[in-house]
Structures are given as C-alpha cells and as structure tokens.
T-cell receptor
C-alpha cells in the first residue's frame, strides 16, 4: 500500500523569505514522488518529480525538492517566496513495486505568501 | 500547444439527473486518468485508460459511474442518477507514457468540471 501525508494544512511566509512545504510518504518498494500546484478554479500544474538519481530535484518557477529516503520525506522548497506563489500544493506518490500507475495524493497544503 | 481541456467547466444537476463530462487530452497522449476532488481534499483516482482500453476502474464509487474512450482520444465520464454526494470537481489528466511506463510519467491536468448536485 502507498500513502502520503502533508502534515500542514497551511503555511504562511513573508515575501522574500525561504519556504518549505512538507511531504512524507510510505511505500513498499521505491517511491516515485511528484509535486503539483493548484491555483483557484484551475487544474493541477506539474512542478517537479523524483524518479531516481540526484536527491535534489529542481523544477518549475524556482522550486526544488529534496528526496530523503531515511526520513521518507520529499519536502518542497524555494529560497525566496513570491506573493504569486500563494496557491494549493499537492504531493503525490507512486510505488515502484508492482508497477503501480495510480498515484496517491496528499490532502494539500495552502501556501500563503504575505507582501 | 494545447493542454488538456474539459467541458463543461461547471455543471449543476438536479438529484436523479444523468450528466456527461468530457475530456480532451493532449494529442498523442496514451494514458488518461479521471479523478474526483472533494472540497479540501486531494484528487482521488477513479479510472485509467491506455488508448481505448479501460485498464482500471477500481476507483469508480458505484455502478452509476461509467467512463469511455472509444477512439483512444476524447473521454467521457458519465454519472447516472446523480446524488448529492457526487458533488465534487472531476479532473482529467493525460500522459504520454514513456518506455519506463505510466508509473514515472508526468500527468497533465485539465481545469476540471465542478459538479453541483442539488
């Protein structure tokens, strides 16, 4: 079974400060991990993914995420937040064992960046 | 290029009505997924197509839900005799399907159809 947790419903950060949105996962095999962003009344937009290789993954709009196998985490980060980064962020996982193609999404974290 | 499109964007139905939701995936994308997103939740898997074949429908909540993709491109999600608990945003996503398989593929989402059942 696969699962993902986003422990924070909301993250508040001042513009220009670094931001972190947390994600932890549970899988039987190796994880395939994804981050998506959702703006109001829009679908999910892909930010980045970890499949294999370098633990630090760089994605769109200056976001990056670090895969930590020992802590089963895949936290999303950005060095300097923008007001326009305010949105809903979803972490998703697929388990490599059994060739699962169905992702499990977290409940989402609302990021609010204050001017 | 064009992304995934869905229509209608909003649908209000009276309880007991049938509805049909359409998804136009990105051209050439082999895989197509339908999700249901309740308010304040992440997307929940409903069904998966590879070309015209429906390979997994384990997430469909009842036999009132039916999906098809007859020519391997456009897909329709039909809900018969709608109930209030069907109110949600229905998202469609497509992916190209690399040689590594759909597990590693990036999914591209449409804007969703917000269904409200009165």
């Amino acid at each position: 079974a696969q699962s993902v947790a986003q422990p924070e419903d909301q993250v508040n950060v001042a513009e220009g400060n670094p931001l972190t949105v947390k994600c932890t996962y549970s899988v039987s095999g190796n994880p395939y991990l994804f981050w998506y962003v959702q703006y109001p009344n829009r679908g999910l937009q892909f930010l980045l993914k970890y499949i294999t290789g370098d633990n630090l993954v760089k994605g769109s709009y200056g976001f990056e995420a670090e895969f930590n196998k020992s802590q089963t985490s895949f936290h999303l980060k950005k060095p300097s937040a923008l007001v326009s980064d305010s949105a809903l962020y979803f972490c998703a996982v697929r388990d490599s064992s059994g060739g699962s193609y169905i992702p499990t999404f977290g409940r989402g974290t609302s990021l609010i960046v204050h001017p | 290029g064009a992304g995934v499109s869905q229509s209608p964007r909003y649908k209000v139905a009276k309880r007991g009505q049938d509805v049909a939701l359409r998804c136009d995936p990105i051209s050439g994308h082999v895989s197509l997924f339908w999700y249901q997103q309740a308010l304040g939740q992440g997307p929940e898997f409903l069904t998966y197509f590879q070309n015209e074949a429906q390979l997994d429908k384990s997430g469909l909540p009842s036999d009132r839900f039916f999906a098809e993709r007859p020519e391997g491109s456009v897909s329709t999600l039909k809900i018969q005799r709608t109930q209030q608990e069907d109110s949600a945003v229905y998202l469609c996503a497509s992916s190209f399907s690399s040689v590594q398989g759909p597990s590693t593929d990036t999914q591209y989402f449409g804007p969703g159809t917000r269904l409200t059942v009165l």
